[in-house]
């Protein structure tokens, strides 16, 4: 799509100013030298802040919508300025909104029954001489609190506690009821307030109580798992200078897990527990320094509250900072705030203050500033370097390995989105299926030389590291053996740098690893990707000498390189491949004129249909004009030039044909102005079908200059029962000869818009045969065998999680 828009910086400023998607504050915290860079934080932004990835809020994710919206990212506009002048009318996301699947729901704390209830206090015996308090205040959330004090009272420890239980006044008469009998089974020792003091106050008096232990604050909407105690004391005591440990959560802040600094509701492959052991195993007897502990589960060393004191509770009085400032205070007097990254701790989330927690945060904030100047330029530093991420990492992979004794598959992949991102997830989900984890490469989004490893549900796996091309060749080598990779599928180097095709060659060669190769298109052996010249339709591949010539005058989404080169490195890492794969024959042939010694293995994208039924098609309603029409997002490739060219062809000879683009094109200004042609806009793929029978059309026409390799659009078409009509040669053509459904039509026609016009107009008007019941489909299950060809690959048995120190250490 074409965007207007004005140059007028001062315009843009005041858009980007008044969108409410700009936070200052929160800006500013991302930049450690935001004072250097003027008190015009907006302008910043603007000319600067975009680029470093930096979000001008909360609500507006800079590295997401450049990722997502490829249009935008090509044309180097400030995606927050495209989102208010566009992108929000059209219905794009502004950030990552994870909408959970049907009967997928945030995980919630299940209180226990009574019998599980009594079988443990009929089991539990009390530590006679308790070395630490776990204090755990009360108020709402009966669920959560009983959850929370079944998982302490269940945990196998070592260590002996007291488990100190003050109901802050609770309006729950369920909560005060089950603590009393708690208390009368001596499982707990209860404090009841007899007014609510909040908070601060309560955890005060807690932890005033028995002076001579160590404090652990728990929240009462958290849950724990066995020997979480002895490990939080082990990090303590591992160093006299430590004043406080912060485990691992879901919800953390700089300690959460897998996403850093966010609440991570979302279930993950395994539970909790387990998760819990698994922490232990890989990130057993690592510390890293924070700045700050978090209070929802808090190891203090009673030294420390003896020599700073208490919590805040003339500053903190409801919560939310109280534990930040007692730990900035710890650091002043010398001792060291750090995270246990061997403990995971659930968070359910916090239940006691409800829809007040926005505001209690925004106050903290200031009352810390005022307090501890510079505190959020700590924390801000602190998120930048992110040393806890070797860590988040760890774990990860530990996830990882323990997927599948069968290993993990890489994929090489762009970011530009399209059918060969379609096939991408369709192929790794069927690997999947079948319990084969696939890992995504790709290049970074603002850095070609740097490439970044992806797990396909990335918001579960979110630490995988990055690697810069140009250096980390071997240390590449070694994570891939770390990861278990038994197999890479290389599908698209678009993006990466030119030593791509030789850096990945190498890679496998260097980690004797098999790879594969599928030509999505026909950018190893054109720069310009499609076979089109400056005339922009199909070249019909003429000699070297004469690529060589279109490059240097038409140049190529990666410059001007020498084309020989160009297909000698793509060469070298075919001629490696273990197999070369293509969606149709017609590729394979047209592959082997410029690679005729190499092999090809014929593997069509997967059409599937349920229950091999196609819709029933309303006939078509009695018009004056025919209707023809084209599916997708139709750039020049795809025949947007041709197509304007052929309705005004339409126009002038006064025929009663009419277009109807299913999806929009990069000219639709230019086509709303054609009385013949209608847009739809952008639609979802799950919708396509419904969209193409909606539009109660004749013919589908593809009107590509260039020879596809596949087209989904096509397979649309067929599973629709949608007459389809191409031009004779590429995968199109191939297809509908295959299926013996469709017409092909010559591409000289390419050149001559007025017989074109006439020709779909003709057959738009004629008698076509009745489409197939069926048609045929491709599906594949056991996708290492029926698609790769490759028997199950078993890595280990019984394999443990190995420790991984990531090269950030």
Request: hydrophobic content about 40%; overall charge negative.
């Amino acid at each position: 799509m074409k965007f207007l828009r004005t140059d007028d910086g001062a315009l843009d400023r005041d858009l980007v100013a008044s969108s409410g998607l700009f936070d200052e504050l929160f800006y500013a915290l991302q930049l450690p030298d935001a004072g250097d860079c003027g008190t015009d934080l907006v302008e910043h932004y603007l000319k600067a802040g975009w680029k470093q990835g930096i979000d001008p809020s909360p609500h507006f994710s800079t590295i997401y919508y450049l990722d997502t919206n490829h249009d935008v990212s090509a044309l180097g506009m400030n995606p927050l300025l495209h989102y208010i002048l566009y992108g929000k009318k059209e219905g794009r996301l502004p950030r990552q909104i994870r909408i959970p699947p049907a009967g997928e729901t945030t995980p919630l704390a299940v209180a226990p029954t009574p019998d599980e209830w009594e079988d443990l206090l009929a089991s539990l015996t009390v530590d006679q001489e308790p070395e630490i308090d776990v204090i755990i205040p009360v108020y709402r959330g009966y669920d959560e609190t009983s959850r929370c004090l079944y998982s302490v009272l269940s945990a196998r420890q070592a260590t002996e506690y007291r488990l100190v239980v003050v109901n802050d006044c609770s309006p729950e008469q369920r909560i005060s009821e089950l603590l009393r009998y708690l208390a009368e089974r001596n499982a707990i020792e209860l404090h009841v307030n007899g007014k609510n003091k909040g908070f601060v106050k309560t955890c005060n008096y807690a932890m005033g109580l028995h002076p001579e232990c160590d404090i652990v604050l728990l929240n009462s909407d958290t849950e724990v798992f066995s020997n979480w105690l002895d490990r939080l004391k082990d990090a303590a005591l591992s160093d006299s200078a430590i004043g406080t440990v912060t485990p691992f959560s879901n919800n953390a802040e700089i300690c959460s897990y897998p996403k850093f600094i966010a609440d991570n509701w979302n279930k993950l492959e395994i539970g909790d527990a387990e998760l819990d052991q698994l922490a232990a195993r890989v990130n057993g007897g690592q510390y890293i320094d924070i700045p700050t502990g978090i209070g929802f589960c808090m190891y203090v060393r009673r030294i420390c509250v003896e020599t700073v004191g208490l919590l805040n509770e003339e500053k903190f009085d409801k919560g939310y900072g109280e534990e930040n400032d007692l730990c900035r205070r710890i650091t002043a007097a010398g001792w060291r705030n750090i995270i246990a990254p061997n403990i995971f701790v659930r968070h359910y989330g916090a239940t006691s203050f409800g829809a007040s927690k926005a505001a209690l945060i925004a106050n903290a904030t200031k009352t810390m500033e005022l307090l501890h100047p510079g505190y959020s330029h700590t924390i801000a530093e602190f998120i930048a370097t992110d040393p806890i991420r070797p860590f988040r990492e760890a774990l990860d992979i530990a996830r990882l390995n323990q997927r599948s004794d069968r290993g993990t598959v890489l994929f090489v992949m762009h970011r530009w989105g399209g059918g060969t991102e379609r096939h991408l997830h369709e192929l790794a989900s069927n690997l999947e299926r079948d319990g084969i984890p696939v890992i995504f490469c790709r290049m970074h989004s603002s850095d070609p030389n740097r490439i970044c490893l992806e797990y396909q549900l990335a918001e579960l796996m979110p630490n995988l590291s990055e690697f810069d091309v140009r250096r980390d060749m071997e240390s590449f080598i070694r994570y891939l053996q770390t990861l278990q990779i038994v197999h890479v599928h290389i599908h698209h180097l678009a993006g990466f740098p030119r030593s791509g095709p030789d850096f990945f060659r190498l890679v496998c060669d260097g980690a004797r690893l098999s790879y594969d190769f599928t030509v999505h298109d026909y950018m190893s052996v054109c720069p310009r990707i499609n076979l089109i010249d400056h005339s922009d339709i199909y070249c019909a591949e003429p000699d070297a000498k004469t690529c060589e010539t279109c490059i240097l005058r038409n140049g190529s989404p990666f410059g001007h390189p020498v084309v020989w080169e160009w297909r000698d490195a793509y060469f070298r890492l075919l001629r490696g491949a273990r197999r070369i794969f293509v969606p149709d024959i017609d590729v394979a042939q047209r592959m082997s004129r410029f690679f005729p010694s190499l092999e090809y293995t014929l593997r069509p994208h997967e059409m599937v249909r349920v229950n091999n039924e196609l819709p029933s098609i309303n006939p078509i309603k009695k018009r004056q004009n025919a209707r023809v029409a084209i599916l997708g997002a139709i750039g020049p490739h795809k025949g947007s030039l041709l197509l304007e060219a052929v309705a005004k062809a339409c126009v002038k000879l006064g025929l009663s044909l009419e277009f109807a683009v299913i999806g929009y094109t990069d000219r639709d200004l230019k086509l709303a102005s054609i009385d013949n042609v209608t847009c739809t806009g952008p639609y979802e793929e799950k919708d396509a079908e419904l969209k193409l029978l909606e539009a109660n059309a004749d013919i589908i026409w593809f009107p590509s200059v260039c020879p596809e390799t596949y087209s989904y659009t096509l397979s649309t078409a067929f599973l629709a029962g949608v007459y389809p009509v191409g031009f004779d040669f590429g995968a199109v053509g191939s297809r509908i000869r295959d299926q013996n459904w469709g017409e092909v039509i010559p591409i000289e026609l390419m050149l001559f818009p007025d017989d074109l016009a006439k020709i779909l107009l003709r057959i738009a008007r004629s008698d076509k045969p009745l489409k197939p019941k069926i048609f045929s489909e491709v599906t594949y299950t056991n996708t290492m065998a029926t698609y790769y060809g490759l028997e199950p690959i078993q890595t280990k048995e019984n394999k443990e999680a190995v420790p991984f120190v990531s090269s950030l250490l």
